[in-house]
């Protein structure tokens, strides 16, 4: 039998469906619970955290960027990594930096966009879709992580300075993702921009949605344990991964 050609071999990421969007929502969620477990509930502080978040992070991507074809779980756990890592990072920038959260999130935004300019420039497409090869996933991976950081700063950004309270962030970054579906849906805007566009929005989702779970009632949260709340969404994401369909997407090289 021919081997397929490159234009249709799978690619090392899962494909794009709702099953995905769900499993991300809850990782990025469970990054925040664990993220403000290691540094506030345990007192390790925003550095020390990281430094500790960082060693998982650069082995679950290494391990990744090796693999031969898509693994859901290693995936889905550099995913995790990579969110929790983000949470920290965020919060050392924002607080510890003192340059607060419009400083924070201009800078990380300003991250995000460079590493995708440079992707677009060395490989000529950030179209997950042609995320198959080691140099492609270092793009991938380094924009996430950005992401899921600049994710954490606007989301405590618009929860605290906004005025909105988690409850209210949640439903706010909520509603600009059903705003996203709706633009898929109805209009010929660029798939990968809404890609990335809802890829970025599910971390301030997933940051105030995890500050409404653990913060103090006096704050606005339930002030549920962090390491319990972190546990049950660990254990949500394996269910959904192991009972929904994991599927490598589709490969297209780039032009």
Known sequence: MMNESPSCALAKVPAVTLGFWV???LATTLGETAGDTLSMSYDMGYLVSTAIFVVPLLALVSAQIRARQYHPFLYWAAIVASTTAGTTMADFATRSLGIGYPG???????CVAVSLAAWKAVLGSVSVETVGTPRSEVFYWLTITFSQTLGTAVGD?????GGF???????LFGGLLLALVVLWKKTRMSP???FWSAFILTRPLG???GD???K??????????????????GATMIVLILILPQRAGRHVAAA
Do not use: C, E, N, Q
């Open 216 to 233: 103090p009632f006096a704050h606005g949260g339930l002030d549920l344990s962090r390491p319990m709340a972190s546990a049950a969404l």
């Open 165 to 171: 309270g988690y409850l209210g962030g949640a439903m």
């Open 23 to 25: 499993i991300k929502i």
């Open 104 to 110: 924070g999130a201009l800078l990380l935004a300003g």
């Open 192 to 194: 990968v921009l809404l």
């Open 207 to 209: 940051a105030t949605v």
């Open 212 to 214: 409404f779970l653990d």
């Open 157 to 161: 950004w618009a929860a605290d300075d």
